[in-house]
C-alpha cells in the first residue's frame, strides 16, 4: 500500500451511524451531524439516509460543496461577517434549506442587510455559551435580548438556541436552555429548534430534555481522543492512517513517513501522537512534517524497513482536512479513492 | 479583506533569499533552499535566480511539482520505498537533476532495483545522524558501510553525505562529517557533496568548515519560533494569517475565524498559537478547527467584532501546507493570489 494513507472501514463507519441515528431517535432528538469530521458528501448522505434531518457545517465553503451535492437542509454554526461571505451565504440560501447561527448584534444586522430583500428570511438561531468558553452570549437573558433584536429585524426569522456544550456537564446546559427558552416564550418569541452537540455526549442524551436536535461529528469516525474518553471502543473507530517503516536508526527507533502533514500536531491532552495498532507499546514521541519518530523502548516489537503499520490519529477531524482522499473499504473489501471534497475550505 | 488569508510580502521574501544567498555565498556554501516552507513554483523560482543551486524536496509530489514547473535541480532529502513511488522516481529522474538521500541498505537496494536499467545512475547520498535523532546512520563508519553498499549497487551513484542537524552544535556536526568523509575518502569513494541544514544554523555557517552547500528552508518566510530563536526579527516575517474578530464574549475574550484548520496546533515550545502583530500582549490561548480564542487578560487592547488582524504563525511551514493559496503583496503593492501548488502531496 502507498503511504501515507487515509483508510476508512465503511462498516464501521455504518454501525457508528446507525447508532447515533438509535441514540437521537431513543432521546426523541433530531440527529444533524456535523460534517467536519469526513468532509465528504457521500457520506453526509450516508448519515441523512439513516435518518438525520440534515447536516451542520462550520464553514460556507463546506456548506456549498454540500449543497453542491445535494444535501438539503444544512445549519452553518458561525458567525458570519463581511461582503463577500454574505453574498455567498445569500447565494446558498437559495440551494438548501439554510440556517445560521450568530451570537452578537453586529453579526445579525449584517445578515439582515444581506437578507432583508430575499424571498424568505434567514433563520438565525442564537448561539449560546453554557460553559465551553468559546462562542455565544453569556446569560440566558443575553440569549433573549439577542433573539428579540434577530425577530425585530428584516429579513430575518429567531430560529431558536444552539450551544457547542461543555463535555459531560448536561444537566447544567440544559437548565441554562430552558431558562433561556422559557424567557423567550415568555417575551411571545416561539423557540422553535434547541440544537446541542458533541460526540462525547451521546452516552446520556437523555440528560438534554430542553432539546430538539442533537449535532455530532467525530462519532463518525471515532478516534483515540474518544477511545480516552471512554466514549468508543478501538474496534469503533472507522479511519486509520497507513504509515510505513521508512528507517531504523537504532534499536529504540522507528521513523514512519507520516508526520505531522498527516497526523496533525493535535494531541488532545494525550501522550505521544497516536496509537500504532500493531504495536500499541510503541510511543508516537515526535512528528516533524513528514516524520513520526517512535520510541520502542517499551514495547519489542522491532518492525522491518517497508513494515506498515496503521494508526488511529489522535483527532480524526483534522487529519480528514489534511488529506486530498480517503481510501473507502467497502464491506466487500473493494477500495475507492474518494476526494475529501470540502477539505481546506477555510473560508 | 476576506478571511483566514495567508498574506505573504513579496519584499521581505526578497529580502530573506538575498540574505540567505549571501551568507552561503561568504561562507563558501552552494545554496539549496528546501521548498517545504512555501510550496510554490515560482518562489522556488525566485531562490534559483538569486543563485541557489538547486532546492530541495521531502517528497516525490512536491518534487513532481516543481520539476514541472521547470526546477532543474532537486535533492529528495527522504528515503524511498514502494514500488508506486519508485516508479514515480524513475520518471522524475528523467525530468530534472534529480538525487536522493537514504539512510539503510533495504532503501538502497529498492533504488538499486529501480535504476538498474536507468540511462544515468541515481545520486544517492547517505543520511547522516548527527545529534537530531531522526533519520540517518548512527557512525561515520556506518556511513561508510552503506556509501561502500551504494558504490557497489547497479544504477546507483554514491554522491556524498547529508544531515539534518541539531540546532546550535555546528562544531560537533562539522566534525563528524569530516570523519565520515576521511572514511570515504581513504576507502577510495569520492565524496563530492556533504550538504547540511536548517535556517536556525545560519548565524554562523563557516561552523561547516566540511560542508559543500546548506538546505534551509523556513528563513524565506520566517515565523515566531525562529523570533523566539534569535534567528529573525518581527519585521522579516513574511507571512502572516489574516484573521477576523467573529466574537466578543467577555470583556477578557476575543474570538478569531482562524482555529487548527489556519493556524496548526504547533506550538514549538511556544506559549500560545501565533502572535497577533496588533496586539503582542494578547494571548491565543487555544484553537479549535475553525476559532482562535484569545485571552485579553493581559492586554487593554478591546478590538471589535469585525476587525481584522494579522497573526505571525509558529510554525509557518505548517500553515502553507493548510492554505489552498496565498495572497502575495508585490513590492508595488499589487496583490495576487496563487496557489500552494505543492500543498498537500502526502506522497
Not at 221 to 241: F, H, M
Not at 242 to 253: F, H, Q
Not at 307 to 320: F, K, T
Amino acid at each position: 500500500m502507498d503511504t501515507p494513507a487515509l483508510v476508512v472501514d465503511l462498516a464501521v463507519v455504518e454501525r457508528n451511524i446507525a447508532a447515533f441515528q438509535a441514540l437521537a431517535d431513543a432521546a426523541g432528538l433530531a440527529a444533524r451531524p456535523h460534517v467536519k469530521t469526513h468532509k465528504i458528501p457521500a457520506l453526509a448522505q450516508m448519515q441523512v439516509a439513516a435518518g438525520a434531518v440534515g447536516i451542520t457545517c462550520q464553514k460556507i465553503g463546506e456548506a456549498e460543496v454540500m449543497a453542491e451535492a445535494g444535501l438539503a437542509d444544512i445549519l452553518l454554526t458561525y458567525n458570519i461577517l463581511g461582503a463577500e461571505k454574505l453574498a455567498r451565504l445569500r447565494a446558498l440560501a437559495g440551494r438548501c434549506r439554510l440556517s445560521v447561527t450568530c451570537d452578537n448584534a453586529p453579526v445579525a444586522q449584517g445578515l439582515s442587510a444581506a437578507f432583508a430583500d430575499a424571498p424568505a428570511p434567514l433563520e438565525v438561531l442564537v448561539e449560546c455559551d453554557t460553559g465551553a468558553g468559546r462562542c455565544g452570549v453569556q446569560s440566558p437573558a443575553a440569549a433573549l435580548a439577542l433573539a428579540q433584536e434577530i425577530d425585530a429585524l428584516p429579513g430575518l426569522a429567531f430560529g431558536g438556541l444552539m450551544t457547542y456544550p461543555p463535555m459531560a456537564e448536561a444537566g447544567a446546559v440544559d437548565a441554562w436552555l430552558a431558562e433561556a427558552r422559557d424567557l423567550c416564550l415568555a417575551a411571545g418569541l416561539a423557540c422553535p429548534r434547541i440544537s446541542t452537540g458533541g460526540t462525547p455526549n451521546l452516552g446520556d442524551l437523555s440528560a438534554f430534555a430542553t432539546a430538539t436536535e442533537h449535532r455530532a461529528g467525530t462519532y463518525v469516525y471515532n478516534d483515540r481522543s474518544l477511545i480516552a474518553r471512554g466514549a468508543c471502543r478501538a474496534e469503533d473507530c472507522a479511519a486509520v492512517v497507513m504509515a510505513t517503516v521508512v528507517s531504523r536508526p537504532s534499536p529504540a527507533r522507528a521513523i514512519l513517513d507520516a508526520g505531522s502533514k498527516a497526523l496533525s500536531s493535535d494531541l488532545l491532552g494525550l501522550e505521544g501522537f497516536g496509537l500504532i495498532r500493531e504495536a500499541p507499546g510503541a510511543r508516537i514521541a515526535s512528528l516533524s512534517e513528514e516524520h513520526a519518530i517512535v520510541d520502542l523502548s517499551g514495547t519489542d516489537w522491532q518492525p522491518q524497513i517497508g513494515a506498515v503499520v496503521s494508526i488511529i490519529p489522535n483527532h480524526v477531524c483534522v487529519v480528514s482536512n489534511l488529506f486530498p482522499a480517503v481510501t473507502l473499504v467497502h464491506p466487500d473489501g473493494r477500495r475507492e479513492e474518494v476526494p475529501v471534497a470540502a477539505r481546506g475550505r477555510l473560508r
